[in-house]
């Protein structure tokens, strides 16, 4: 494949339609995804220094969709066992290797069903991924699957076509990513390009995972095909998420370590990804509550009602720039 005209969220406006609300408060921001709906179309990275079961519950509680990580397998069982006993969606994230699928197992012998589960690796459009995610459905059916991370429309239809119920896009324009730096390959610099040609593909729901800087490429995603939008550095610095606030020259901060990077794995193997350091941003709710209502503008600047509006408002190149401020 070779592609020649890419772009990226800081390349791209979107151009407004005439208002058909008498207040942004009147836009609606929800949206389903499998048999549930949920506030607003985004969702925490399943990392470390973004998620752990406390805020897990929280968001679950509070009507937001939620990812758990994938790197305390042990406490996995519980966990789904905790949120169905709390009355809660168990949505938790597995890798590919061999014990995943006793975990698989263990859930089944155990009668606990998860609602959602995300098959998390780096280069998802691989065999091991597609072998996954046809043991969770033939072993799980009830199980809404997501399977990523990709990059291109022929990994959503090969992922689609084995029976993910949902595609992750993006492969290196995290925050704390340096798969573009180390590998030469990946999305970074043209994810809302990437998402674009993998929207148009899609036959089933698709989750922008990297690269969101400001909350008006939310609206963006929604324009180029997401459903939800996976976000990690906005959202690592808040009260709620894992780790110690950090004092800095008298600003406050917060650490964000890549799910690649040293930090994580315990060496330095295969490592892409880096840890840096993130304002310090307080409750995490204000910040929802936040995107929410900029998300109702960006609806109402569609001239819509509803999320769905925006995939159809026109939108302008305003500059051709691949650069996106990665470094190590
Ligand atoms: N969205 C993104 O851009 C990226 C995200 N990540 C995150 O980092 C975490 C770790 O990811 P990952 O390393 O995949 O997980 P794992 O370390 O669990 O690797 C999963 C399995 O896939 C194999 N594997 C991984 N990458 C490749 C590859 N390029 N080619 C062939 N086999 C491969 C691994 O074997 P082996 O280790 O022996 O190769 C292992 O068996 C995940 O949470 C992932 O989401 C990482 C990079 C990019
Ligand atoms: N290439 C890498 N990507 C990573 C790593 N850890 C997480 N991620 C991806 O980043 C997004 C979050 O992006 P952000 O721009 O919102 O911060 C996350 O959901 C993963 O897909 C990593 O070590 N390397």
Redesign the pocket.
């Known amino acids: 494949m070779e592609l020649t005209t890419v772009f990226d969220y800081e390349d791209i406006q979107l151009v407004p339609n005439k208002c058909i609300i008498d207040s942004r408060s009147e836009a609606d921001t929800s949206v389903k995804l499998g048999n549930h709906t949920f506030k607003i179309t985004v969702v925490p990275a399943?990392?470390q220094t973004v998620i752990d079961d406390a805020l897990a519950m929280k968001l679950a509680k509070s009507g937001y969709f939620y990812v758990m990580?994938?790197?305390n397998p042990e406490t996995r069982l519980d966990f789904v066992r905790t949120f169905h006993e709390a009355g809660q969606i168990a949505s938790i994230?597995v890798?590919?290797?061999k014990e995943e699928y006793d975990f698989i197992d263990q859930l089944k012998a155990a009668d606990l069903v998860p609602e959602y589960i995300t098959i998390?690796?780096?280069?998802g459009h691989?065999d091991?991924v597609i072998e996954m995610i046809k043991y969770i459905k033939t072993t799980l059916p009830e199980s809404f699957v997501i399977a990523?991370?990709v990059a291109t429309p022929e990994a959503v239809r090969d992922l689609e076509n084995a029976g993910a119920d949902a595609t992750?896009v993006?492969?290196?324009?995290?925050k704390a990513?340096i798969?573009k730096l180390k590998?030469g390959f990946?999305?970074g610099g043209w994810q809302l390009a990437a998402l674009r040609l993998c929207g148009k593909a899609a036959k089933k729901p698709i989750i922008a995972?990297?690269g969101i800087r400001y909350n008006g490429d939310i609206a963006k995603s929604v324009r180029f095909g997401a459903t939800m939008v996976m976000i990690g550095s906005l959202f690592a610095g808040h009260d709620e998420t894992p780790g110690d606030i950090v004092e800095l020259d008298g600003a406050k901060y917060k650490t964000y370590f890549?799910?690649?990077s040293q930090y994580?794995?315990g060496e330095y193997?295969?490592v892409?990804?880096k840890k840096l350091l993130v304002p310090y941003r307080g409750l995490i709710e204000d910040t929802l509550i936040e995107m929410e209502q900029d998300l109702q503008s960006s609806i109402s600047y569609a001239g819509g009602r509803q999320l769905n509006d925006l995939r159809y408002v026109d939108y302008v190149v305003v500059k051709n720039s691949i650069v996106n401020g990665d470094s190590y």
């Open positions: 399943n990392m990580h994938r790197f994230s890798g590919v290797k998390d690796i780096a280069h691989s091991s990523g991370n992750k993006g492969v290196g324009p995290g990513c798969t590998t990946g999305t995972d990297g890549g799910s690649a994580q794995k193997k295969n892409e990804g």
